[in-house]
């Protein structure tokens, strides 16, 4: 699997390599709070661990110092989550999986939460670029929880953005069948089937997601690129346009531009 994964690397810095497979562009927004749901944490350090994830997230320079002050305090493995929740803020990906990756290996808590830390470092792998190392520790939470369907769509990610669709349809058929309405799982199969030119499947997943999220910008996207394929080129404007509108100055709104520009180069040209 190294192997594979040496073909094909991906710079942190260019988001627009994540659009190729789906606009995948990871949500650190909850961390998952999988510390706070499975251990036995007071009241009070609880609503610490909460309030150190919000400042880390909304002001990550403070938050970083706060859960470093904490962690030296003896805030233990909410802390020292913490920090490493500040590192992604901070876009430091790899050095905040790197501290993710220890921090999963000397826990003690349950299997459940080994597996959430392992899926955050797996995220923060893939931001920094490195393939391998974020399908190894997807891996790893998937030899521990293997009935959370996020865990399989992580996965399935890392595999997509490898060029390994097949492997990648296989996670996300996991994931569906754990969960059927997973419109994640539906986004990213279909990416994967147009990928490898089985638009008819990819359309049919897309359909199905859209029904479950009409607005969803992932879904919409990627029906435009389908109708793009087709020929149907108003009805990807349409879809791209809604894109756009809906969410401007993001890569995927980008992405929707760039595509409208190079139908109207086609257009031109003929």
Known sequence: MSELFARKTLRASSLVAMTLFGMM???????????????????DDARQYQDCLKLARL???????????????????????CVAVALIALEKYEEAATRLDALADESTSPQQVVAGLLAQAGQSWMM??????????????????KNDPTLWVDR????GMA???????DDLNNALDLDPDNVEALIYRGTAWRMLETYDLAMTDIRRALELSPNNIQALFERANL???????????QDYLTVIENSNGTPVADAARANIEKMDVQTGSE
């Open 25 to 43: 562009l990871v949500s650190f927004g909850t961390q998952r709070q999988a510390l706070a749901q499975g251990t036995n944490m007071s009241a």
């Open 59 to 81: 002001k990550p320079e403070d938050g970083f110092e706060s859960a470093i002050a904490w962690r030296d305090m003896g805030g233990g493995e909410p802390a020292k989550h």
């Open 128 to 145: 920094a670029g490195n393939l391998e190392f974020a399908w190894r520790d997807q891996s790893r939470a998937l030899d521990m929880v």
């Open 156 to 159: 399935a990610m890392v595999l």
């Open 163 to 169: 060029g390994q669709y097949w492997d990648s349809i």
């Open 227 to 237: 109708h793009r394929i087709a020929e149907n080129n108003d009805l990807a404007r």
